[in-house]
């Protein structure tokens, strides 16, 4: 065994990332279009981690642990280079071929500020890495034979006033998986299981074949929300349904996890999927909900909505001191993330209410009175007094865009749609 495995399993689950790379891409793909996603967008690594109070000039340290063939490297690197920030993104993943579909598809960027290193997250703490500033770890955590160690590696590299982005497995939205997953280890076993073992191919064969023949009340046939066996290729089948080793957190047991590494969570991703009141109207439920917990009310959302097939968070040392966005600063700079405002204002419903769909939860979120008005403004270069004095001039009183403007900015970073740029 090399680079962090830990047992038989372990050895397994690097040997399949060497047969399938994951998530499946084609170099070629990137000079056509940019996968984006969270966590990892700089501007909400700006706003959530450091709350919009780290300079832009200062240079960004960044390590995707668990890098695979690139998504979030990618993605975070190129968005520095857009913005002309300086800084480097570490990819570091103990997968020979990611690493392979990683640099090439970095070179297609023609990206100068990606280092690639090879090695295992169980292994950081030795590595002569870091520190880092932002650390990045999707998919990885739920795969490890001891999270918890995992976790406080990472931790152990993390930059004083630093933070990271997770993403684990959530079990609702994954249901029908474990289901399926079982039935392969008996028509397809995989080498953790000894001599009747089959080699990743035959086991790929195998799972395409079942999947052709389940019966429709297979629970996975009934899931919308999981495609990677239908549209991941053979790399997404097998980590879905093949994986020797996947571990689901619900929210209470992340949060434990998180905690138990000495971090506390900043937010959940997206926050108003979190909030049982954006799926509840009744008087007397949102009064029952009222009295609960912010944990509490965010494990209530997914037991009731019963869709998260993955949790996404950003955290920071427990003991760190809580920097809040400021809201309330004029001099402030709003920004939209991936959305232009000058076409969200147009495209506003008449009745002031934002329809959302979170995987088919349709919520309804009602924006105030001004909401068109300063969305069209919002081009993350004018500051929040600079709006308030567009509107000013055209009759606006200050106390009537402070009151909407404060609506506004709730709604839709909730949406985590509205945020606040780091400062020059």
């Given at each position: 065994m090399?680079?962090?495995?830990?047992?038989?399993t372990?050895?397994?689950?690097?040997?399949?990332?060497?047969?399938?790379?994951?998530?499946?891409?084609?170099?070629?793909?990137?000079?056509?279009?940019?996968?984006?996603?969270?966590?990892?967008?700089?501007l909400?690594?700006?706003?959530?981690?450091?709350?919009?109070?780290?300079?832009?000039?200062?240079?960004?340290?960044?390590?995707?642990?668990?890098?695979?063939?690139?998504?979030?490297?990618?993605?975070?690197?190129?968005?520095?280079?857009?913005?002309?920030?300086?800084?480097?993104?570490?990819w570091?993943?103990?997968?020979?071929?990611?690493?392979?579909?990683?640099?090439?598809?970095?070179?297609?960027?023609?990206?100068?500020?990606?280092?690639?290193?090879?090695?295992?997250?169980?292994?950081?703490?030795?590595?002569?890495?870091?520190?880092?500033?932002?650390?990045?770890?999707?998919?990885?955590?739920?795969?490890?034979?001891?999270?918890?160690?995992?976790?406080?590696?990472?931790?152990?590299?993390?930059a004083?006033?630093?933070?990271?982005?997770?993403?684990?497995?959530?079990?609702?939205?994954?249901?029908?998986?474990?289901?399926?997953?079982?039935?392969?280890?008996?028509?397809?076993?995989?080498?953790?299981?000894?001599?009747?073992?089959?080699a990743?191919?035959?086991?790929?064969?195998?799972?395409?074949?079942?999947?052709?023949?389940?019966?429709?009340?297979?629970?996975?046939?009934?899931?919308?929300?999981?495609?990677?066996?239908?549209?991941?290729?053979?790399?997404?089948?097998?980590?879905?349904?093949?994986?020797?080793?996947?571990?689901?957190?619900?929210?209470?047991?992340?949060?434990?996890?998180?905690?138990?590494?000495?971090?506390?969570?900043?937010?959940?991703?997206?926050p108003?999927?979190?909030?049982?009141?954006?799926?509840?109207?009744?008087?007397?439920?949102r009064?029952?909900?009222?009295?609960?917990?912010?944990?509490?009310?965010?494990?209530?959302?997914?037991?009731?909505?019963?869709?998260?097939?993955?949790?996404?968070?950003?955290?920071?040392?427990?003991?760190?001191?809580?920097?809040?966005?400021a809201?309330?600063?004029?001099?402030?700079?709003?920004?939209?993330?991936?959305?232009?405002?000058?076409?969200?204002?147009?495209?506003?419903?008449?009745?002031?209410?934002?329809?959302?769909?979170?995987?088919?939860?349709?919520?309804?979120?009602?924006?105030?009175?001004?909401?068109?008005?300063?969305l069209?403004?919002?081009?993350?270069?004018?500051?929040?007094?600079?709006?308030?004095?567009?509107?000013?001039?055209?009759?606006?009183?200050?106390?009537?865009?402070?009151?909407?403007?404060?609506?506004l900015?709730?709604?839709?970073?909730?949406?985590?749609r509205?945020?606040?740029?780091?400062?020059?």
């Open positions: 090399h680079l962090g495995m830990t047992d038989a372990d050895a397994h689950l690097a040997a399949q990332y060497e047969a399938f790379p994951y998530p499946l891409r084609d170099p070629r793909d990137e000079a056509k279009r940019m996968v984006v996603g969270s966590p990892s967008h700089l909400e690594v700006d706003h959530w981690v450091f709350g919009a109070r780290r300079p832009r000039s200062q240079p960004l340290r960044a390590l995707m642990a668990g890098g695979g063939s690139g998504d979030g490297t990618l993605m975070l690197a190129q968005h520095l280079a857009n913005a002309g920030r300086p800084g480097s993104v570490t570091y993943d103990r997968s020979a071929a990611a690493r392979q579909v990683a640099e090439a598809r970095a070179k297609v960027r023609g990206l100068t500020n990606i280092t690639f290193n090879p090695g295992s997250i169980l292994e950081l703490a030795g590595s002569g890495l870091g520190p880092f500033d932002y650390i990045d770890c999707c998919g990885v955590l739920h795969h490890l034979p001891n999270p918890l160690e995992g976790l406080r590696n990472l931790v152990s590299v993390l004083p006033g630093g933070g990271l982005g997770l993403m684990v497995y959530a079990p609702h939205g994954r249901t029908g998986v474990y289901m399926m997953q079982e039935a392969l280890r008996l028509l397809a076993p995989g080498p953790e299981q000894g001599e009747a073992g089959l990743p191919p035959a086991r790929v064969d195998l799972a395409r074949r079942l999947w052709k023949q389940a019966p429709e009340t297979a629970w996975l046939r009934q899931n919308p929300w999981l495609t990677d066996h239908t549209q991941g290729g053979d790399a997404g089948l097998y980590d879905l349904l093949l994986n020797p080793r996947d571990q689901a957190y619900t929210v209470p047991q992340f949060n434990a996890l998180i905690r138990a590494a000495g971090l506390r969570v900043q937010t959940w991703m997206e108003l999927r979190y909030d049982p009141d954006a799926y509840l109207s009744d008087p007397r439920l009064a029952r909900t009222a009295l609960l917990p912010p944990l509490d009310r965010a494990a209530l959302a997914e037991a009731m909505c019963g869709n998260m097939g993955i949790h996404i968070v950003y955290c920071v040392r427990a003991d760190d001191p809580a920097h809040a966005p809201w309330d600063n004029p001099e402030s700079i709003p920004v939209l993330r991936e959305i232009d405002g000058e076409k969200l204002a147009k495209g506003m419903p008449p009745s002031g209410v934002l329809p959302v769909n979170f995987d088919g939860a349709r919520v309804g979120l009602p924006l105030p009175r001004l909401a068109p008005a300063i069209s403004r919002v081009n993350g270069q004018r500051c929040i007094g600079e709006i308030a004095d567009a509107l000013a001039a055209n009759g606006v009183s200050r106390e009537t865009f402070n009151r909407d403007f404060a609506a900015a709730q709604a839709l970073q909730s949406l985590n509205l945020l606040l740029a780091a400062p020059a």
